[in-house]
């Protein structure tokens, strides 16, 4: 039996055990740092994105910085 294929709205749902916090090591150290790193969920991404008013602008890295603080974590 073929697989469908997902659509959008249910990848978006789908969670994957996210958000989760761990530990930064290996080769992310080199990069990061010492602490904590959040691995938010697609959603949680999404609720971001949308607060964002229409015509105005956000980066990367100023998402990280809400999804590192709403968890607690180092980074996001």
């Not at 969670?15 to 602490?35: A, C, H, N, Q």
């Not at 691995?39 to 590192?68: K, S």
């Amino acid at each position: 039996m073929a697989k469908l294929r997902l659509s959008w709205q249910q990848k978006l749902a789908d969670d994957k055990d996210l958000p989760r916090v761990e530990e930064i090591t290996g080769k992310m150290s080199t990069r990061w740092g010492t602490g904590t790193v959040c691995i938010p969920a697609p959603r949680e991404v999404d609720e971001i994105m949308r607060m964002v008013p229409r015509g105005r602008l956000i980066t990367i890295n100023r998402i990280r910085e809400i999804v590192a603080k709403r968890h607690g974590a180092t980074i996001g």
